[in-house]
T-cell receptor, first 114, second 112 residues
Framework: GAGVSQSPSNKVTEKGKDVELRCDPISGHTALYWYRQSLGQGLEFLIYFQGNSAPDKSGLPSDRFSAERTGGSVSTLTIQRTQQEDSAVYLC????????????FGPGTRLTVT | GDSVTQMEGPVTLSEEAFLTINCTYTATGYPSLFWYVQYPGEGLQLLLKATKADDKGSNKGFEATYRKETTSFHLEKGSVQVSDSAVYFCALSTQGAQKLVFGQGTRLTINP
């Protein structure tokens, strides 16, 4: 079946602009996760959704970052007033209730802030 | 807090060599442990997992054993191939936390 998909695959934006990153999880997966992969920080957890609610937002680095999930499916990560330190690859993952710890990752969105 | 430490890379080996990538962890409770692999130009893929002490995860010739006494989950392969060249990440997840905590990653290059 189809895996996790993310769009866009690449995004170049100017400092100060807002960006939206999209994630389509595997059909039927109730849990969805956002991570960030950067050279200096490695792979960092950002936020976790169960259904449409986010019981763990502890990894969001600042209030410029927000995320939502609708219909228990698609999720959007929004970064407002982007800064150069936001440049990274943003990864989305999903998992099912049956195997909650087995997360399946999308290909990522490479964000470059100039 | 929970953390994962894995051996720094890069690691370069010749084809058919024996591979070990060390991974140790710090966690409250009893975590599940994972190895993920990222091949060039591809996304992260789950390579293997172990959910309790003394479990051995295995896949594609790779193995790792959950050692509670040494808080370790070292990745091994008896004979590596050029196609194993990738970045390998050790990770843990604790019950109730859901999120994965990753090590820094180890870049492995296999030369023919």
């Amino acid at each position: 079946g189809a895996g996790v998909s993310q769009s866009p695959s690449n995004k170049v934006t100017e400092k100060g602009k807002d960006v939206e990153l999209r994630c389509d999880p595997i059909s039927g997966h109730t849990a969805l996760y956002w991570y960030r992969q950067s050279l200096g920080q490695g792979l960092e957890f950002l936020i976790y959704f169960q259904g449409n609610s986010a019981p763990d937002k502890s990894g969001l680095p600042s209030d410029r970052f927000s995320a939502e999930r609708t219909g228990g499916s698609v999720s959007t990560l929004t970064i407002q007033r982007t800064q150069q330190e936001d440049s990274a690859v943003y990864l989305c993952a999903s998992s099912s209730n049956r195997a909650a710890y087995e997360q399946y990752f999308g290909p990522g969105t490479r964000l470059t802030v100039t | 807090g929970d953390s994962v430490t894995q051996m720094e890379g890069p690691v370069t080996l010749s084809e058919e060599a024996f591979l070990t990538i060390n991974c140790t962890y710090t966690a409250t409770g009893y975590p599940s442990l994972f190895w993920y692999v990222q091949y060039p130009g591809e996304g992260l893929q789950l390579l293997l997992k172990a959910t309790k002490a003394d479990d051995k995860g295995s896949n594609k010739g790779f193995e790792a054993t959950y050692r509670k006494e040494t808080t370790s989950f070292h990745l091994e392969k008896g004979s590596v191939q050029v196609s194993d060249s990738a970045v390998y990440f050790c990770a843990l997840s604790t019950q109730g936390a859901q999120k994965l905590v990753f090590g820094q990653g180890t870049r492995l290059t296999i030369n023919p």
